[in-house]
């Protein structure tokens, strides 16, 4: 009943002054004896919420950019009927912004020693566990005139997920692989490559690939089909540190790195190679290791899902010292780190020749494109300044990436969209060439 019908039917009752109170609403009415009796039995009559039974149910995972239905179950024991406003609450970050109000907010009624279920939808906006905080409910009687309002803690918690957007280019690289791998005839070479099966010369062909005592058996020159080793070891290195906080676009680098990495683990695990993950700044903060090819995409989504940026310097020796006890014989180390020259000149050059020795060592790094256009800005004094400093950094960056290949390290600067496809291009080329 609505405040001023309520007032209507005070007044029709007496003139004994009381305050009436309702949520947003306060006023002062004049009432008698009788209508103190109704307020008192609408007290009585409300259902007791501190009795409620609740339970949850429902998704515990969801990615982000994507909603997750949370159901809460809602049992009266009590004889009374159950007429209540619910609040079910969640972390900020839960909901797109403004939306949390709709969301979170329900009206129900339970008749007595029965159930009903609410479904609060969520949006997360970041990764990472988001846990259910408290429910409060609000139980009216008959008139609305009093209320009983209690909270109780359901715990339930959503693990948010990346999302991954770069899979949408796993059907082109797994199309590659198929013609690298030798499901269609194409003919690769190359150091550490396994012996596939033998055919018939045609002009162009390597003449090195020619097997001279399958030819002397047959009446036409025959030549060896190569097709790359599996069974390759890959570890994934994100770097958890500082420089990896810094935001390009709407997301900071890490996320970037993340969604790279999972584009080729899933390529790499398809490939038939073994896929470890190891995040690193001045401790460990994720490990996956000897996970199945069908297991590995999900172990890695997992681990990925609560990793945040850490306000440190990253450790370089430590990374590198870590990294040798993590793959232990020969392999592929996708580094994912920055390229800025004093973590690259102070920390990572002194030891990298203890990676580059024993492994095949390929970095990867996100390029900001807001710097590329400030390079091509002109026609003001602010713009031309703008360019020149952008020019500056390009030229830092290139710097840095010269220096890496010079120690034979594959280099990949690419900006978010681009970053994930351009390594997998980079792991793909390396395989066909025989370095893994």
């Known amino acids: 009943m609505a405040p001023t019908g309520r007032a209507a039917l005070l007044a029709a009752l007496g003139s004994l002054p009381v305050g009436i109170w309702e949520p947003g609403w306060t006023g002062m009415l004049a009432v008698n004896g009788p209508i103190a009796l109704a307020c008192a039995c609408d007290y009585a009559l409300a259902a007791p919420v501190r009795r409620l039974r609740l339970q949850r149910s429902g998704d515990t995972s969801v990615r982000l950019g994507d909603s997750a239905d949370v159901t809460l179950t809602v049992t009266n024991p009590s004889n009374r009927p159950l007429r209540a406003r619910l609040r079910d609450a969640w972390p900020p970050s839960s909901w797109q912004p403004g939306t949390e ?33 408290r429910v409060t409910i609000r139980s009216y009687g008959p008139l609305g005139l009093f209320t009983r309002q209690a909270t109780h803690q359901v715990p339930w918690a959503v693990r948010v997920l990346p999302p991954f957007t770069s899979r949408k280019h796993l059907p082109s690289k797994l199309a590659r692989l198929r013609e690298l791998d030798g499901r269609t005839s194409v003919l690769t070479r190359g150091e550490g490559t396994e012996f596939d099966s033998l055919r018939e010369y045609v002009p162009g062909d390597d003449t090195r690939s020619i097997d001279w005592r399958a030819t002397a058996r047959h009446t036409t020159v025959a030549v060896r089909t190569w097709r790359p080793e599996r069974d390759r070891h890959v570890l994934v290195v994100l770097d958890t540190g500082r420089t990896s906080a810094g935001r390009v676009g709407d997301a900071p680098r890490l996320d970037s790195a993340m969604d790279a990495a999972l584009l080729l683990a899933a390529l790499a695990s398809r490939a ?8 690193y700044d001045r401790r460990v903060r994720a490990l996956v290791q000897g996970r199945t090819a069908g297991d590995v995409l999900p172990s890695l989504v997992n681990a990925m899902a609560t990793l945040e940026p850490e306000l440190v310097e990253t450790d370089a020796r430590g990374l590198t010292a870590t990294a040798l006890r993590t793959a232990p014989r020969r392999s592929l180390i996708v580094l994912l780190t920055t390229l800025d020259t004093a973590p690259i000149e102070e920390g990572l050059l002194p030891v990298l020749p203890q990676l580059t020795q024993r492994h095949t060592v390929l970095l990867a790094s996100v390029a900001d494109p807001h710097v590329a256009r400030m390079a091509t800005s002109r026609g003001t004094t602010d713009a031309v300044y703008d360019a020149a400093a952008a020019a500056q950094s390009q030229a830092e960056r290139h710097r840095a990436a010269d220096q890496l290949r010079r120690h034979g390290v594959t280099v990949v600067d690419a900006t978010p969209e681009e970053l994930a496809p351009a390594l997998s291009d980079a792991y793909l080329a390396l395989k066909a060439a025989g370095r893994l």
């Open 101 to 133: 109000a709709p969301a979170s907010r329900h009206r129900l009624t339970v008749p007595p020693g029965e159930r009903r279920r609410v479904t609060t939808r969520l949006r997360p906006t970041r990764r990472g566990d988001r846990r259910a905080d």
């Open 272 to 279: 038939g190679d073994r896929v470890d993950l190891l995040a």
